[in-house]
């Protein structure tokens, strides 16, 4: 189910300022399901739910990034845009477009985001709100943009080998389930 906002219909403003770096996300510990521990590591066998043999992590991981990838994949990324979203950092504009569109942003574009915020550290303008530098509505533009990218063009085999490479990975999977 697609939502929509005509261009002239008012809408409530989000403000993008709390620039939290912790997501949303539920899942966790080796499986997604339960609580990381000690014994949480790459050799432990996960079982396979679905023809009862063990996966090892590796294997685990590689399966739910193709589960995730697919879902992913059917998401239909919004064709019109209620406001202006005023942002002060890249982040902050990626939490705003998830509360206002009720949608989860891809692991690729979160990370991406992060990545766009630390690369202002130390220019003359770090301080400034990013809205005064970047239209809104290019922003938002940009970030559908790549979101269409990154849902309809990521390997799977890439998100687990970098899901693999962080075991923090999770903090940037947000927990927004949309009807589809």
Known sequence: MKRSLPWNEQIDVIS????????????????????VDEECDSKQPIDDEYNGKELSYEDALIKS???????MKHIPIPTHRGSVIPFTTWMGLGKSIKQLYDQPLHYLTNILLKQWDQLRIGSEDERKPLDTLVHPRKAEATIWLIE??????SSHFHL?????????????????????
Request: charged share 30%.
């Open 160 to 180: 687990a080998k970098l899901w693999l490479s962080d075991p923090m990975h999770h903090t940037f999977v947000d927990s927004i389930f949309p009807k589809l």
């Open 148 to 153: 269409e990218v990154h849902r309809h063009t």
């Open 16 to 35: 993008s300022d709390d620039d939290s770096s912790s997501s949303d996300s539920e899942m966790d510990g080796c499986d997604g399901k339960q609580p």
């Open 65 to 71: 990034a193709e589960m995730y990838q697919e879902y």
